[in-house]
Every structure is written in C-alpha cells, then in structure tokens.
C-alpha cells in the first residue's frame, strides 16, 4: 500500500525555520517525482516544491528560502524551510507523482497519493 506522511510542522517565528519531512511507503522512491504543496485557509492548494531525476522545482514565492532534497535509503523527502513569513502559513502536504512533464508539477491532478498534511503556523 502505498502512503506519504507529511511531519514536522508547528508554530515558528516570522524569520524561523522548519524543516517538514515525508516519509514514504509502498513504492520505489527512486522512480517517482515528489511534490510538496500548501493550503491556505480559502485559498487553491499550489505547488511549493518539486523533486525528480536529480531535479529540483520551487515556486518564485519560496525559491532562495526553501529547499528540497531527499533520502532513498531513508525513503523520506524533506522541504528545508528557512527565512518563514506569515504568508508561508498553511497545511503544508506532500505527493507523489504521476509521470508528467516536469514544466506540469504545479498542477495538483498530476499527483495520484497524498499525505495527510502538516499545519505551518508563521505568526509572532
């Protein structure tokens, strides 16, 4: 069975850092894109970050404070999330992909498993 179980998240400071893990079950993450996304309260989810292939996405709102990386031996991806503001405040979740085109990561129908997501509060 095939799960993603988002940790790590919490209450920082505006300035903070956090780093959020998922941890994988069910499949080889050697062969699938991880995405990472957030949802804030009333807004769509969107796309924070991506990694696959050795390859690695951010969304302009993040890119330079945040980064992606991962374990293969662990089976875990991490969003290292540094320099947090209040907007950065959502359930932060992570995914795994279909086979998509890399220019595609931010669509959310392109993942077909979630994890439960973890709450991001930046606020002092």
């Known amino acids: 069975e095939v799960q993603l179980q988002a940790s790590g998240g919490g209450l920082v400071q505006p300035g903070g850092s956090l780093r959020l893990s998922c941890a994988t079950t069910g499949f080889d993450l050697d062969d699938y894109g991880i995405g990472w996304f957030r949802q804030a309260p009333g807004k769509e989810r969107e796309g924070v970050s991506f990694?696959?292939?050795?390859?690695?996405f951010y969304s302009i709102f993040v890119k330079d404070r945040f980064s992606i990386s991962r374990d293969n031996a662990k089976k875990t991806v991490y969003l290292q999330m540094n320099s947090l503001k209040p907007e950065d405040t959502a359930v932060y979740y992570c995914?795994?992909?279909?086979?998509?085109?890399?220019?595609?990561?931010?669509?959310?129908?392109?993942?077909?498993?979630w994890g439960q997501g973890t709450l991001v509060t930046v606020s002092s």
């Open positions: 995914a795994r992909a279909s086979r998509l085109p890399f220019s595609l990561w931010r669509t959310p129908s392109n993942y077909v498993d």
């Open positions: 990694i696959s292939d050795g390859r690695k």
